[in-house]
């Protein structure tokens, strides 16, 4: 079994790929290892055959995917052999979006957060 669980922030916004009677999203992930100096990142491609979630999919998003690895080689126009590996997802699970004027939470005003709750967060 192949199977792959991978984090990380949307390149680019998802494309919408392949015929009307197959289509898939195409998007890449960029995923952080490390701290400080020591960090990378990798860049990891991803195909999804559930193109309804293509509005959520936008660049900057953090994203978790469950997968299995594909692989695949081909002959460029060149003649040069390539080897592609990507990840064909199974699900997808959202997390933040990217920091835009439509996405930020409204904070409460400031009167509000000083004024002491009389039920202490219970809920009864």
Known sequence: MR??????RLTSDARKLGSAENPF?????A?????KDKKTTEFIDCKYNIV??????????TVTVLGSFSSREYTTR???QKFVMDVR???????SAPNTAE???????A???????EDNGLPF
């Open 78 to 80: 060149e003649g040069a």
């Open 111 to 117: 009167e509000s957060a000083q004024q002491p709750s």
């Open 89 to 95: 997802v199974s699900e997808i699970f959202f997390g």
């Open 31 to 35: 995923c952080d290892e490390g701290y």
């Open 25 to 29: 999203l195409a998007f890449s992930l």
């Open 52 to 61: 309804a979630v293509e509005p959520y999919l936008k660049k900057g998003r």
């Open 103 to 109: 996405t930020q939470p409204r904070t409460a005003p």
């Open 3 to 8: 199977k792959v669980i991978i984090a990380g």
